[in-house]
């Protein structure tokens, strides 16, 4: 797309515009007669450029500009493996967020702003994700195993040897879970909880035949 400015130029002194960027390049011995150049954001300046001006010619001239408006792409990375989205428009051209869904996450946000027309420059976007899905495992005494995490957990087993607890877990994310475990011979309350040290679970460990326990 190709559009014309109209550019003030009063007798040889170009005037500064804002948006423009000048810069003059005195060819002569006076102060009478330059070459100028003129950058704007998101364009290209086409057509026969000002190379002179003659030093015979008198009276006013006036100038106009051609631009060509540059087409930048918006490249996003949804990071819920699916391809990246591109969006590419001529500078200025109102663009839009893509609606982005991951199963197991809720979408938080983008590591830089979106913008709403697009800029001046090529950008890479990538999408943010928190995750949200409850982690599965199993916790196993000897044979007796429970796959429900969150939820109350009712053991009614009796033991009369030393028992060894195994607990397994992972998540949606592909990384390490951290574990960690409170033994109690009581039921515990949230605000009795928060004030209780857990032990991090690193291999199996043994709870007693004569003790009771309450999974935490």
Do not use: C, H
Not at 2 to 25: A, K, M, N
Not at 54 to 74: H, M, P
Not at 180 to 208: V, W
């Amino acid at each position: 797309m190709t559009v014309s400015e109209r550019i003030p130029f009063s007798g040889l002194l170009l005037p500064l515009q804002e948006g423009y960027t000048y810069s003059y390049d005195r060819r002569t011995t006076t102060d009478r007669f330059f070459l100028f150049r003129m950058t704007k954001p998101g364009v290209t300046l086409t057509g026969s450029p000002v190379t002179a001006i003659g030093d015979t010619e008198t009276g006013n001239k006036e100038y106009w500009a051609k631009w060509e408006i540059n087409q930048y792409t918006v490249t996003v990375k949804p990071e819920n493996g699916e391809a990246d989205i591109t969006i590419t428009q001529d500078y200025g051209i109102p663009i839009t967020a893509p609606t982005l869904t991951r199963e197991g996450y809720q979408f938080n946000g983008w590591d830089k702003a979106f913008p709403t027309t697009m800029p001046a420059e090529d950008l890479t976007i990538t999408a943010q994700w928190r995750d949200i899905a409850v982690p599965t495992g199993e916790i196993k005494i000897a044979e007796n195993d429970w796959k429900s995490f969150f939820n109350t957990i009712t053991f009614d087993l009796f033991f009369k040897d030393t028992q060894m607890v195994t607990v397994t877990a992972a998540d949606n994310s592909g990384e390490a879970v951290k574990i960690e475990y409170l033994l109690s011979d009581k039921a515990l309350t949230q605000s009795e909880l928060a004030g209780m040290t857990f032990t991090t679970y690193s291999a199996p460990f043994s709870i007693n035949a004569d003790n009771e326990y309450e999974p935490t």
